[in-house]
C-alpha cells in the first residue's frame, strides 16, 4: 500500500506545483509575480524565474524594483546555462545602470558566462574575442577586486585558445603545401602574426618552427631569381630560433634546414 500512495503523493505534489505556477502566470498583480519569481529563483527553477522576469522588468523600469530585477534575469539565464542571453542581460544592466548595486558583478558575469560558453579552438571564436573585450573592461573597472586576478588568468586561457587557432591554421597551410596555390608563404604570414599578437604564447617556439620550415620549403619550390634570398632568409630564422630557443624541441630538424640552405648560398 505504501508503494502505492508514495508515487500517487508525488504526482500530487507535482501538479499542485504546476497549478501554482500556471496561477502566477495568469495574475496581473506585478508585485505577486515577483515575489514568486524570486522564490522560483532561490529554489534553483530558473526557467520559471526568467520567465516571469521577462515580463516584469519591463514593468519596472523606473520603480525600486528595476535595477533587482534585471540582475535577477540575467542570473536566471545564467543558472539555466544560458550563458549568451546572460550576458546579453548583464550588459544591459550595467550600461543602464553604471553605478547600480550589481554592477560590478554584472560586468564579470557577463564576460564570464562567455567564457564558459568559448568553443573549442578549431571552430569559431566570436564568443572568445567577446569574451576577452568583457573581462578585459571589468579588469579596467575594476583593477582591485578580489576578481581581477581571476579574470586575468581566464584572459590568458582565451588568449592561449586564440593562439591554438592560429597554429591550427599554420599547420593547416603548411600541410596543404603548393596544392591551389602557394600555402607556404600563407604559412609564414599567418605565424608572423601569431607571433605579434601572441608574444608569450606557450605555442611561440611552434610558430617560430613553423616560419623557418614554411620558409625552407619555399626555397625549394622558388624559381632561380628567388632562391639566394629565400635560403638567406631560411638561415636567419634559424639564428632567430636558435638564439630563443638553443636546446628547442625542434632543434635537429631546423639544423637541418640551415645546413642544406646554407650550402646553397652562393658567396
Do not use: W
Amino acid at each position: 500500500m505504501r508503494k502505492i500512495l508514495f508515487p500517487l503523493m508525488l504526482i500530487a505534489v507535482l501538479f499542485s506545483s504546476c497549478g501554482e505556477y500556471n496561477k502566477v502566470l495568469k495574475s496581473t498583480d506585478a508585485e505577486h509575480k515577483y515575489s514568486y519569481a524570486k522564490k522560483y529563483f532561490n529554489a534553483k527553477k530558473y526557467s520559471k524565474s526568467a520567465t516571469l522576469l521577462e515580463e516584469l522588468y519591463t514593468i519596472f523600469k523606473g520603480t525600486v524594483n528595476a535595477e533587482e530585477s534585471l540582475y535577477l534575469l540575467a542570473q536566471s539565464y545564467y543558472g539555466m546555462t544560458d550563458y549568451q542571453t546572460a550576458s546579453q542581460y548583464f550588459e544591459t544592466y550595467y550600461t543602464t545602470y553604471p553605478n547600480g548595486e550589481y554592477t560590478e558583478l554584472s560586468r564579470y558575469y557577463s564576460g564570464y558566462g562567455l567564457y564558459l560558453d568559448s568553443p573549442e579552438p578549431r571552430l569559431d571564436q566570436t564568443l572568445t574575442y567577446k569574451a576577452i573585450e568583457q573581462l578585459q573592461l571589468y579588469m579596467e573597472y575594476y583593477p582591485q577586486s578580489e576578481r581581477a586576478e581571476e579574470a586575468q588568468n581566464i584572459m590568458f586561457e582565451l588568449q592561449e585558445k586564440l593562439a591554438h587557432k592560429e597554429l591550427q591554421a599554420i599547420r593547416l597551410y603548411y600541410n596543404l603545401g603548393t596544392y591551389m596555390g602557394n600555402n607556404y608563404l600563407a604559412s609564414v604570414i599567418t605565424a608572423q602574426n601569431a607571433l605579434r599578437n601572441y608574444p608569450y604564447s606557450k605555442y611561440r617556439e611552434d610558430f617560430m618552427y613553423y616560419i623557418i620550415r614554411s620558409k625552407y620549403e619555399l626555397a625549394l619550390v622558388s624559381v632561380d631569381e628567388m632562391l639566394q634570398g629565400r635560403y638567406r632568409e631560411v638561415t636567419d630564422e634559424y639564428y632567430n630560433y636558435t638564439n630563443e630557443f638553443p636546446e628547442g624541441k625542434y632543434i635537429r630538424q631546423i639544423q637541418r634546414f640551415y645546413d642544406y640552405a646554407n650550402k646553397q648560398i652562393k658567396e
